[in-house]
């Protein structure tokens, strides 16, 4: 039958572009997702980034707040040689003291402070190391993927081409009966009968209608589903 040998042809076609249409919207898809990671792997890196640099200028700060106790400690001991009295004196030993300990204090939180900015330092330096390999991994990734979907396009091309040769050749009628059920079905319109069974729905074809199908010219459709049916003959490929 003419008519459903060039109505096959075109579900081919139909098929395939469907399934190229999936991919060339699929990619661009999955590219930002690798994109999206790759953002997040730099915002992390980033984010390290500025908290070992708040964590140095803190660390400065306390450099310079212990230079700024010893000068004060030098002016009191410059005090202490002038002192008039053993009273003066001892305030000035008590106000000395007092300060090494501030001394002391902030050199401990200095000292805890280059410890970790030791770490984060050997951290962030690890983990930049991570982000070009991840970097070079997004890049190589996207090529292939806009490789893809170039090859993708360029094939829909060609098929959009073979389709608008093909569909003039289908009967009007029966080519908006195509369309109309495979829009209504997303995919397939036109299906085989298998032992009586209708290969879309999987409902039970009637005897009658069976036979019809078989040896009738007219192309039928499933009652259930409404898709369009053909029979093929046993020993051959559908």
């Given amino acids: 039958m003419v008519n459903l040998a060039t109505l096959l042809k075109v579900q081919e076609i139909d098929e395939e572009i469907r399934a190229l249409e ?24 980033q984010q390290n980034r500025n ?21 004060q400690i030098g002016r009191l001991k410059q005090q202490l040689l002038e002192a008039k009295n053993n ?15 501030e001394v002391d204090h902030v050199e401990d939180e200095g000292l805890e ?3 970790s900015i030791d770490s984060l330092s050997a951290q962030v330096k690890d983990e930049e190391a991570a982000y070009e390999a991840h970097e070079r991994e997004f890049k190589a ?7 893809r979907k170039g090859e993708a396009e360029a094939r ?13 050749l289908v009967p009007e009628d029966l080519r908006k009966r195509y369309q109309r059920i495979r829009d209504n079905k997303e995919g397939l319109a036109v299906v085989p009968l298998k032992d009586n069974v ?13 036979n019809e199908i078989k040896h009738e010219s007219g ?20």
Avoid: F, W
């Avoid at 306390?62 to 106790?69: A, F, R, S």
């Fill in 141 to 147: 990734e996207e090529a292939s993927l806009l490789k």
């Fill in 51 to 71: 908290r070992l640099k708040e964590l140095k200028v803190k660390e400065r700060e306390k450099e310079g707040k212990v230079q700024d106790l010893d000068v």
């Fill in 22 to 45: 999936a991919v060339t919207r699929a990619i661009p898809v999955e590219i930002d997702g690798l994109r999206g990671e790759l953002e997040a792997h730099a915002k992390t890196c």
């Fill in 219 to 238: 192309l039928k459709s499933c009652h259930q589903c409404g898709r369009i049916l053909y029979y093929i003959a046993e020993g051959h490929e559908d």
């Fill in 156 to 168: 829909l091309k060609q098929l959009r081409d073979k389709r608008a040769q093909e569909i003039p």
């Fill in 87 to 101: 009273v003066v004196y001892q305030v000035l030993l008590k106000e000395i003291e007092k300060i090494k300990q």
């Fill in 198 to 210: 209708c290969s879309g729905c999987y409902n039970t074809i009637p005897i009658q209608k069976v």
């Fill in 113 to 115: 402070m280059i410890g």
